[in-house]
């Protein structure tokens, strides 16, 4: 496919920029020649990628003459602020993944879209340092980072351990209410789902997850995150290559494309194979 026929280019990020005051999505239509593509930036951390398939449909939904679209979701980890085995849940890997999106397209269909925002846990990734409240300088005494899990659970519930669990069982009761959403609206069960691919986390948070969706955990992607880490916004796309490839999906299985990214949000999006 020519670039030249990409009406709309929609890319997520889940970790920093290269560049400060740096539009990546229009970056990313420029050096794929897709100059008549409208260029769509989405920073929702890990739950941009899932998300992405609703931006498309809505702007299709909204223009009519838009009829091929490009989803790239790509995470590069920002190592100085970031580390890759001990800030997250999981490894933290660099990686990419894209989707071409045809309006009417027979197969591989997108379904339906929903999400669930708490702003309440807003504060629960954030670097105090290096914004516009608190720019970088020369003077800082320390290096600034973003904090350790432990040490972000213990500094944002004040100590309070009860806290910190009902947010951690909060976080899986939420996947389980965001897919039962998307099944409802497309008039199907959890039973009726092929397979769940969830960003890709450690071994306890997929055991938790097929435990509170009630599910078989061989239906999850838990072996391809065990394989290769975390890819941030890129993770389910990355994973619903990888599955198609192997043989794992066949022609009408619906397949759940979940995720949860700080801010906080718990996104699903169900597609038909």
Not at 18 to 46: I, K, P, T
Not at 246 to 271: E, F, I, Q
Request: aromatic share 8%.
């Amino acid at each position: 496919m020519e670039p030249g026929r990409v009406d709309l280019l929609v890319v997520a990020i889940t970790d920093l920029a290269e560049y400060l005051y740096w539009d990546v999505a229009a970056a990313v239509q420029a050096r794929l020649g897709a100059h008549r593509a409208e260029a769509v930036l989405m920073g929702q951390a890990c739950s941009a990628g899932v998300l992405a398939f609703d931006t498309v449909a809505g702007k299709f939904a909204t223009h009519p003459d838009y009829r091929t679209a490009v989803i790239v979701a790509a995470n590069r980890v920002c190592e100085p602020y970031w580390d890759r085995a001990g800030t997250g849940t999981s490894i933290s890997s660099d990686g990419a993944a894209a989707a071409v999106l045809v309006r009417d397209h027979p197969d591989r269909r997108w379904l339906a879209t929903e999400v669930i925002s708490d702003g309440r846990y807003a504060g629960f990734m954030k670097m105090d340092v290096g914004g516009t409240a608190r720019p970088f300088t020369a003077a800082e005494p320390d290096r600034p980072a973003v904090a350790g899990l432990a040490d972000r659970l213990e500094e944002f519930f004040g100590g309070d351990g009860r806290a910190a669990y009902r947010f951690a069982t909060t976080v899986q009761a939420r996947n389980r209410t965001v897919l039962e959403r998307a099944c409802d609206r497309i008039g199907t069960t959890i039973d009726d789902v092929a397979r769940v691919v969830y960003l890709n986390d450690n071994r306890a948070t997929f055991a938790e997850l097929a435990a509170e969706l009630g599910i078989p955990l061989e239906l999850t992607n838990q072996e391809l995150a065990l394989d290769h880490g975390h890819f941030g916004a890129a993770d389910q796309i990355f994973c619903l290559e990888r599955h198609l490839a192997r043989g794992d999906l066949a022609a009408g299985d619906v397949v759940a494309l979940m995720s949860t990214g700080s801010g906080m949000h718990w996104a699903c999006s169900m597609l038909s194979i």
